[in-house]
């Protein structure tokens, strides 16, 4: 969940940065590091989401396997 919501701050912000790219006097360059620093969570950080989905999904298999070998 934490990945999720991490992903939707930063495409939040990327959204303000691309409006603000218009106005002049606003800091071109950091408005331009939000929008790099959103695209780079989003393709190496948001896919570990489906990794932990996975292990909560599946892990419980092997406990009860082993537990139903043993009964």
């Given amino acids: 969940l934490g990945y999720l919501i991490g ?3 930063m ?3 990327k959204s303000k940065a691309i409006e603000k790219l218009n106005i002049k006097e606003s800091d071109q360059d950091f408005l331009k590091s939000k929008i790099v620093s959103a695209d780079f969570y989003d393709t190496h950080i948001l896919p570990r989401s489906n ?3 996975n ?3 599946n892990g419980s298999k092997v406990v009860f396997e082993t ?3 043993n009964v």
Avoid: T
């Fill in 67 to 69: 537990l139903d070998s």
């Fill in 11 to 13: 495409n939040k912000s």
């Fill in 7 to 9: 992903s939707w701050l």
């Fill in 55 to 57: 292990i909560v999904s």
């Fill in 51 to 53: 990794l932990h989905l």
